[in-house]
């Protein structure tokens, strides 16, 4: 079964230091990869995704996600950190063959002003 | 203004009650899922619908019931069967559900208390 590992719960940065956060998923097969964004009180929305193509996708707000699929990867980056950045963050897998979306337990990114 | 809605955006249930949350969307979508959050475990997904007139369960399906009797709703029931059931309760969509290279867009969500 698929599965989605996001390796860091609580993430807390100053703002314009830089951000990555990491998303290992398994599958074995071709997948499609999200990036998904709530900020507080708000939506869950598409931040990036990567269909096919230029591993480096880039989303809205300035964040970046890389597909390295040799090392079953997918990490969200930011070069520079903004207080409106604090969200939780969730990486999600869906497999070629099947209508799952799997989401990784998320992390909760807080940006101090 | 195309979109997800659901409502109510906070439900309260009381012991052995049945509740129904709504969801409807207007994206001209075939496909409907319902989601669970719970903090530190993600989104969890409980039933979805391809088509209109069928569905399938997720992986947390017990205790919850749904219907898709018209293509721009999927109403979730959450049954008396369901022992824990406080939780934030997310619907979404999307253009095709056996399609690959598909994009799920979400509603509000809906936080259910037990009181």
């Known amino acids: 079964a698929q599965s989605v590992s996001q390796h860091n719960h609580h993430v807390i940065l100053s703002e314009a230091a830089s951000l990555e956060l990491g998303c290992n998923y398994s599958y074995g097969g071709t997948v499609n990869l999200f990036w998904y964004v709530q900020y507080p009180g708000q939506h869950l929305q598409l931040l990036l995704k990567y269909f096919s193509g230029d591993p480096l996708v880039k989303g809205i707000k300035g964040f970046e996600a890389e597909f390295i699929k040799s090392k079953f990867s997918f990490n969200l980056r930011k070069p520079s950190v903004q207080w409106s950045d604090t969200a939780e963050y969730f990486c999600?897998?869906?497999?070629?063959?099947?209508?799952?979306?799997?989401f990784g337990a998320g992390t909760i990114l807080r940006v101090k002003s | 203004d195309g979109g997800i809605t659901q409502s109510p955006k906070y439900l309260f249930r009381k012991e052995g009650q049945n509740v129904t949350l709504s969801c409807e969307q207007n994206l001209n979508h075939d496909a409907m899922y319902w989601y669970r959050q719970d903090p530190g475990q993600g989104l969890r997904l409980i039933y979805y619908?391809?088509?209109?007139?069928?569905?399938q369960k997720g992986d947390i399906a017990e205790g919850y019931s749904v219907s898709r009797e018209k293509k721009e709703s999927f109403p979730l029931t959450v049954t008396s069967a369901q022992k824990n059931p406080t939780a934030f309760y997310l619907c979404?969509?999307?253009?095709?559900?056996?399609?690959?290279?598909?994009?799920?867009?979400f509603g509000p969500g809906t936080r259910l208390l037990v009181l």
């Open positions: 999600a897998v869906k497999g070629e063959y099947g209508n799952k979306l799997v």
């Open positions: 979404a969509s999307s253009r095709q559900g056996w399609g690959y290279q598909e994009t799920q867009y």
């Open positions: 619908s391809q088509i209109v007139n069928d569905f």
